[in-house]
């Protein structure tokens, strides 16, 4: 099995349930973008949110991508800067109970948390605080750290330090590791328009976009920009909700249906899909076959709250992945 390793914000996901989007048009959140705040402004937010039902996981999307992957029985490890804090201590402990390898460095700024809120109709609007992610430099990105994985799997929200991006690529790609890389969110891609496309274009292998994600990078409607994507990379993944998705590599094009979902929350269901598409790389698997795992991880990480599932939900997972 080939091993994947993860590098993202670490940061604890603060899952929000909203009666109504008042909430957000109180908060100045724009519905369905990640907004990046401060500690203050973090803290404002959760006060303003005391009242609503709230659950804590491990996230960042990178994290829950690995996460995902691991529970799918793939091997795997995360980079990521984390507080000493007890939010640092929950992120290392669970990524350690899931067989992950965590190669992580600690800081005494607080642990970054991504307060998200969910809407009645699913959507969710990020107010994330960096905090100790933002200390992770490129400095601390050793040949070592990449040593022993054959894929290099990151997020597009790094792309806000150009620098640390730039160079784990260029680390991963030194010591022959396939590059996997999702945009993250739209308002990410407009804000890193060029920069992102020079890295698809030179160092990324795989990438996945939704459709928000896709029409930002290229102006164009799912199919148009699948098409252009794939000419920069290796595999293009568009992403287009319950449609499901659309695959393709070289000449070749794969229409991916979405599985049936009574949808709760789609926090994490763009990174539960790369989990599973991953591990069907990792198994060597056909492009086809990759794509329904992801959509399989997908449908059933929206039927819950958060980015985690059960672990009876992924013996169920694990069952239908073998008959495949």
Known sequence: MNKVLGLGNALVDIMTILDSDIFLENQKLPKGSMQLVDLHTSGAVLEAASKLKKTLSSGGSAANTIHGFASLGGKAGYIGTIGRDEYGNFFKTDMQQHGIEPRMFETDTPTGRAIALISPDSERTFA???????????????????????????????????????????????????????????????ANLEFLKMLISNYVDIVFANEEEAKALTGKDPEAALHEISDLCEIAVVKTGARGSLVKTGDTIFEIPAIKANSIDTTGAGDLYASGFLFGLSENMPLDKCGRIGSLCAGKVIEIIGAKMAEKTWESIRENVSKM
């Open 128 to 190: 994330t605080c960096l905090g100790a992610a933002t200390e992770l430099n490129p400095a601390l990105l050793t040949d070592e750290l990449f040593t022993g994985y054959h894929f290099l799997h990151t997020e597009g929200y790094l792309a806000f330090n150009n620098e640390l991006l730039l160079t784990a690529l260029k680390k991963a790609k030194k010591n022959k590791l396939k590059i996997s890389l999702d945009m993250a969110s739209y308002n990410v891609v407009e």
